[in-house]
């Protein structure tokens, strides 16, 4: 059996004009980063009032058994295309802190790929260089503007703006800058985030365009002054120069499927410490250029399609048309006790013990009245009963499951899930709305959020965080809606809790105000906004071999 890394290196990719006249994009608008990859120039683009069909892609809680969402994106794509309907996917750039530490490449799998691989897991067109430039430009202008007289009177100690690298590096999470003597700055403590945490990155992959790009940067709140005065990036006139750092990177990306199908891979916000979505600039340029749009949405749907409904589409207007969650019999055992090395052995009662998890995000995305399947990503040692106690599950929740052999199959492996996708998108009427009206307190909007969708008894915060909340209503920010960060792991905020539990409380131990992304975010339990490397970090098998090719990658 052929690796992931041996079919795409075998695989012959279009030239991306090719690919991009396919989508009757006008050869100016192509700006080619080599022969597989190009920048699109939107302001190029013909304009049209065509506006495809938008379909979800999430998955059950991640497990270390792999549920395969991004390579299910990829083969629904191909799938659609082979069924003719013409669909372009919307995916998001891998960070190099997962593909150097415990996840590897981030472009799907078996004959389920976009490529060129080895280009987009690494550096790809340098749009995470540019977020985390322009990151670091602010916080460096921060730190001078103190150093030169602090006209602006903020207080050293309330500087939120932390800097931001795309790397996991947990020793950078808490620092003391400003060392040195007072040719440095003033000392205070600070600290960094992963790029994908950044608001940068979220304004990003929320900005409507160039104009909007700015307005937002220039809305970051960076500090407060004395008497609790916000001070933005504005006010230190940053926003210019942090627009132009962008300027590329704001362009969306085309690559393609092995298949040599259309596909925007732009922007890369995690979900599980960000809004977890790809850019509004390539999803809405691929609803205007194709007639369905597959996109994904990180990690569960409890994280990545929570926050594409109540975020993503309710800042951008988008409205999904279906949603597949994505499930595999390894990760539903798991879910239900069985340990990674027994998952091999067939256990259709562990199956069933585990599907409560299954079941809680179909009745979760349903929530947000979108019509949802179930894809199956098989593999070869999943059986016939295991696989109805799935079919089961979604049946008795008014879904229905749907075998893909995408990741051996390519296209052809999801062409049923792609005529059932099609046909819910075609003839199912959807009444999406998001889960809380803009009008809730911002703990009301986290309360909702971890009563109906995790299932916990209540959110619960110290009453600084609290006071902290009711200033920002204060402020102007209470109608923000909340982003969430917690574990992908579990409903809860404990990553041991698999399954469905409930009965638990989501402790929010920190808030910060993403006043230009236009959230504010709930940081839950543990979770680290700057991850850290296993014990043994992918980057250990990464190495040239002796053909002078990427080895460990993949």
């Known amino acids: 059996m052929l690796t992931d890394i041996a079919i795409s290196r075998a695989a012959t990719l279009k030239p991306i004009a090719q690919i991009a006249a396919g989508l009757s994009i006008p050869p100016e608008a192509v700006e080619p980063y080599g022969h597989f990859k190009a920048k699109i120039d939107l302001s190029r683009l013909p304009a049209t009032d065509k506006a495809g069909k938008l379909i979800l892609v999430t998955a059950i809680s991640p497990t270390p058994a792999g549920e395969g969402k991004s390579t299910t994106s990829v083969g629904l794509a191909d799938g659609l295309?082979?069924?003719?309907?013409?669909?372009?996917?919307?995916?998001?750039?891998?960070?190099?802190?997962?593909?150097?530490?415990?996840?590897?490449?981030?472009?799907?799998?078996?004959?389920?790929?976009?490529?060129?691989?080895?280009?987009?897991?690494?550096?790809?067109?340098?749009?995470?260089?540019?977020?985390?430039?322009?990151?670091?430009?602010?916080?460096?202008?921060?730190?001078?503007?103190?150093?030169?007289?602090?006209?602006?009177?903020?207080?050293?100690?309330?500087?939120?703006?932390?800097?931001?690298?795309?790397?996991?590096?947990?020793?950078?999470?808490?620092?003391a800058q400003s060392l040195g003597g007072p040719a440095n700055g003033f000392p205070r403590e600070s600290g960094f985030d992963i790029t994908v945490a950044s608001e940068v990155m979220a304004i990003l992959c929320l900005a409507s365009g160039l104009e909007d790009l700015e307005e937002r940067l220039g809305a970051i709140v960076v500090a407060y002054t004395r008497d609790k005065r916000p001070v933005t990036a504005r006010d230190l006139k940053a926003d210019g120069a942090m627009a132009v750092l962008l300027a590329q990177a704001i362009k969306p990306n085309l690559v393609q499927t092995l298949e040599g199908n259309?596909?925007?891979?732009?922007?890369?916000?995690?979900?599980?410490?960000?809004?977890?979505?790809?850019?509004?600039?390539?999803?809405?340029?691929?609803?205007?250029?194709?007639?369905?749009?597959?996109?994904?949405?990180?990690?569960?749907?409890?994280?990545?399609?929570?926050?594409?409904?109540?975020?993503?589409?309710?800042?951008?207007?988008?409205?999904?048309?279906?949603?597949?969650?994505v499930a595999t019999v390894r990760a539903l055992k798991m879910n239900g006790g069985v340990a990674k090395a027994d998952l091999a052995?067939?256990?259709?009662?562990?199956?069933?013990?585990?599907?409560?998890?299954?079941a809680r995000h179909i009745e979760n995305v349903r929530q947000f009245g979108v019509p949802a399947v179930v894809a199956i990503n098989l593999f070869g040692t999943d059986t016939e009963a295991e696989l109805e106690v799935i079919r089961d599950i979604a049946a008795n929740h008014g879904s229905e499951a749907i075998l893909c052999t995408h990741w051996a199959d390519g296209g052809a492996g999801a062409e049923a899930l792609a005529a059932r996708v099609a046909d819910l998108c075609d003839h199912a009427t959807p009444q999406f709305a998001p889960l809380y009206d803009d009008d809730l307190s911002l703990f009301e909007k986290i309360n909702t959020v971890a009563t109906r969708i995790y299932r916990a008894e209540e959110a619960i915060a110290d009453p600084g965080?609290?006071?902290?909340?009711?200033?920002?209503?204060?402020?102007?920010?209470?109608?923000?809606?909340?982003?969430?960060?917690?574990?992908?792991?579990?409903?809860?905020?404990?990553?041991?809790?698999?399954?469905?539990?409930?009965?638990?409380?989501?402790?929010?131990?920190?808030?910060?105000l993403a006043a230009g992304a236009g959230f504010v975010v709930a940081i839950c339990g543990e979770i680290m906004t700057m991850p850290g490397l296993p014990r043994v970090p992918a980057a250990e098998s990464i190495r040239f071999g002796a053909g002078g090719e990427i080895e460990g990658l993949f």
């Not at 069924?83 to 799998?109: D, H, M, N, Q, Y």
């Not at 609290?466 to 905020?493: I, N």
């Open 81 to 175: 295309n082979r069924i003719g309907r013409k669909t372009v996917l919307c995916l998001r750039e891998p960070s190099l802190g997962p593909c150097f530490g415990t996840k590897g490449g981030a472009a799907g799998g078996g004959y389920a790929q976009v490529g060129p691989m080895e280009d987009i897991n690494l550096h790809f067109t340098g749009d995470f260089h540019a977020i985390t430039s322009a990151h670091n430009l602010l916080a460096a202008m921060i730190d001078n503007h103190i150093h030169w007289g602090n006209a602006l009177d903020i207080d050293v100690r309330r500087v939120v703006w932390r800097r931001v690298l795309d790397m996991n590096d947990r020793a950078l999470r808490d620092i």
């Open 262 to 325: 259309p596909a925007f891979v732009h922007g890369g916000p995690f979900a599980n410490i960000a809004h977890g979505c790809n850019s509004v600039i390539a999803t809405r340029a691929a609803l205007g250029l194709g007639d369905y749009v597959v996109t994904e949405a990180g990690f569960g749907a409890d994280l990545g399609a929570e926050k594409f409904f109540d975020i993503k589409c309710r800042q951008s207007r988008l409205k999904p048309d279906a949603a597949v969650i």
């Open 345 to 358: 052995t067939p256990d259709a009662e562990a199956v069933r013990r585990g599907g409560v998890n299954l």
């Open 465 to 512: 965080v609290r006071a902290q909340l009711r200033r920002w209503e204060d402020a102007g920010f209470g109608h923000l809606p909340v982003c969430m960060a917690k574990t992908q792991y579990s409903f809860s905020t404990d990553p041991a809790k698999l399954g469905a539990p409930t009965g638990h409380v989501v402790p929010v131990r920190e808030v910060r």
